[in-house]
């Protein structure tokens, strides 16, 4: 079962970019809130559009003083390419290994054939690393609704 708000976020260290420290959750804690984005796959159909969507409205994503980080378990290399060709401003990691959508609770059984692909998924942690809000969806076509992800950003702010 996904993790539910009360409850603390597991902490993660993920590659960014390949030669580079990796991103560790933990070193957002006690600065702003963090949106944890996973989605399946970088360049299907709908990772792109909600990429791309956060990528540009990221301004009224800081003005909310939160963090957006997006996670799938794609290489690090085909991440850096899909935040290039989407804009991300922020950090898409890399989790490869499946360590943070374990912790989360956000696998696929089987997608489309294959095992070990993360579900759509939204978290809001706030400050304390504690989550505030949770969306996990078994269908990966569907979007998180961003204006409540924002709603829950503002009451975790």
């Known amino acids: 079962m996904a993790l539910s708000p009360g409850t603390p976020a597991p902490d993660f260290e993920l590659p960014l970019k390949p030669g580079e420290a990796p991103l560790r959750l933990s070193d957002y804690r006690g600065e702003r809130p963090v949106v944890l984005l996973f989605f399946p796959l970088a360049f299907s159909s709908t990772c792109t559009k909600e990429m791309c969507a956060v990528a540009e409205d990221y301004g009224a994503w800081q003005e909310l003083g939160a963090e957006v980080i997006g996670v799938s378990v794609d290489s690090p290399f085909v991440n850096q390419k899909f935040a ?54 078994d269908d990966a076509g569907v979007m998180p609704d961003l204006d409540a992800v924002r709603e829950a950003v503002r009451a975790a702010a």
């Not at 943070?100 to 997608?111: G, I, N, P, T, W």
């Not at 759509?120 to 949770?134: L, N």
């Open 84 to 137: 290039a060709e989407c804009g991300a401003p922020f950090p898409i990691v890399s989790d490869f290994n499946r360590a943070a959508s374990r912790a989360y609770d956000v696998l696929y059984e089987e997608f489309y054939g294959l095992e070990g692909v993360s579900k759509r998924a939204a978290f809001v942690i706030d400050r304390e690393g504690i989550v505030r809000y949770a969306w996990v969806s």
